[in-house]
C-alpha cells in the first residue's frame, strides 16, 4: 500500500477508510487483513489514531463539562472569508467591514 505525500486526497480519503476499518473490526489482525496492509502501515494508522485523539481530548470533555462549543464563531468566520473570496480580497479594511455589515448585518434594506 502506497503512502505517497502528505495532504494528497487519496492518501487522505484512503486513511480515513483505513481508520473506519480499524474502529470497526473486532481484531487488529481482521483490520489487516481487509485493508491488506502490512503491520507496519497499519501501526502507522493506529498511531494517527491516538495522536487525533490525544490532541482533541481536552476539547471534548470542554464540551461535556460546559455544553458550549466554537461553532458559531467558526460559521461566522466562514461567512466572512466568503466575503473575502467572493471578491479577491479588500484593499481597505472600512470597505471589507462595510461588506460584513451589508451581506450579514441583517440590513434591511427594502423601503416600506
Known sequence: MPWPEKNIQFTMLFERFA???LL?????????????????ETWH???KIAKTIQERLPNVVIYC??????????????????IKRRVGGYRDRENFKTAIYFYYGGLDLYPR
Open 24 to 40: 470497526g473490526a473486532q481484531t487488529v489482525q481482521v483490520a489487516k487483513g481487509i485493508l491488506q496492509s502490512s503491520w507496519d
Open 65 to 82: 463539562m460546559h455544553g458550549i462549543t466554537n461553532a458559531v464563531a467558526e460559521g461566522m468566520n466562514s461567512k466572512i472569508m466568503s
Open 45 to 47: 494508522i493506529l498511531k
Open 19 to 21: 481508520i473506519d476499518v
